[in-house]
């Protein structure tokens, strides 16, 4: 279930960054409050308070369903800034390379229209599954950022990616203790795009 933090009302005046992810936003594994969504809203309070997060991340989802559920999250919110961290799922199901890049494009084309902006999150896979099949998909998330002119984060998991004691038992979910890195990798797209306080 997309979810807002508690410590906002839905009234809360403000610009919104709206996270449509999956699992590795939506917290699995660890404690409620303590993924890099949430330390993200942490993160704001010193120098953009006015922003507010809204974490609509679900576990399991592929981009075929973010294009699904993107459409009534911008009409809801209204966001100055779209997260849009999928994609990892639809490698993990085998689903073809080409509706995946299309359904982020979709995604970020729709933010855009609806006034957002949009950072795009990239993933990798490992190399078992093939390096031809690995290199396409790291490039597709770079596709789709310069295609519609989003920002990039490169790799979400970069930097703990080749660390075994970084991720939870199941080898594929980051622990709570990876969550900080995680947030280190995204801020670099995402503070640009921000307003300072009394701006």
């Not at 120098?47 to 973010?66: C, E, H, K, L, M």
């Amino acid at each position: 279930m997309a979810w807002l933090p508690a410590s906002h009302a839905q009234t809360t005046p403000g610009p919104t960054i709206l996270v449509v992810g999956d699992s590795l936003s939506a917290e699995y594994g660890i404690a409620r409050g303590t993924g890099w969504v949430a330390l993200l809203e942490e993160r704001l309070q010193a120098d953009f308070p006015a922003y507010r997060v809204v974490n609509a991340s679900i576990s399991g989802d592929t981009t075929q369903s973010g294009v699904s559920r993107l459409p009534p999250l911008l009409q809801r919110h209204q966001p100055a800034v779209v997260i849009v961290e999928l994609g990892a799922n639809d490698a993990l199901r085998g689903l073809p390379l080409d509706s995946t890049r299309d359904n982020l494009m979709a995604m970020s084309k729709q933010a855009q229209a609806a006034g957002a902006q949009v950072v795009v999150v990239g993933m990798e896979i490992p190399p078992n599954f093939g390096p031809e099949y690995a290199a396409q998909f790291r490039q597709l998330f770079r596709d789709t950022a310069t295609q519609t002119d989003a920002a990039l984060v490169p790799f979400l998991l970069d930097g703990i990616a080749t660390e075994r004691r970084w991720f939870q038992d199941d080898g594929i979910h980051p622990t709570r203790e990876a969550q900080p890195r995680l947030l280190d990798n995204v801020w670099p797209a995402l503070h640009p795009l921000l307003t300072p306080a009394g701006h």
